[in-house]
């Protein structure tokens, strides 16, 4: 699927802060996590970085609309908890697209 403006995709950026010894294993982690729910209903894709200093993975998705994400939430709330003792703060929140600027190749 194309991300554009006119589709109205939801996009979920979650921040993980992290100890610098704790980031690749969440990455690890979240890795799994994501092969177990990448065919739910409603998800379209996701991307996944780390910050260079150690202390941030940040999990950027995005999903065909707000009802598949709430979906997920509810069916998978328990799987989230292995990343309580990875993270020193996790802080998920749902997004629309606004405005893309593309560069033309």
């Known amino acids: 699927m194309v991300i554009s403006t006119e589709n109205k995709l939801i996009t979920l950026i979650n921040v ?3 100890e610098p010894e704790h980031q690749q294993e969440l990455i690890t982690t979240w890795i799994a996590f994501r ?3 990448e065919n739910e209903p409603g ?3 996701a991307a996944l970085h780390r910050s260079l200093d ?3 993975v940040l999990n950027y998705a995005q ?3 707000g009802a598949d994400w709430e979906r997920f939430v509810q069916k998978f709330s328990q799987g989230f908890a292995r990343f309580q ?3 020193t703060r ?3 929140h749902l997004y629309e697209l606004v405005d ?3 560069r033309e190749a």
């Open 85 to 87: 003792p990875l993270s």
């Open 16 to 18: 993980f802060d992290v």
């Open 43 to 45: 998800f379209i894709g």
């Open 54 to 56: 150690g202390k941030r």
């Open 35 to 37: 092969r177990e729910v």
């Open 100 to 102: 893309l600027t593309e």
């Open 63 to 65: 999903w065909e609309q």
């Open 90 to 92: 996790i802080d998920p």
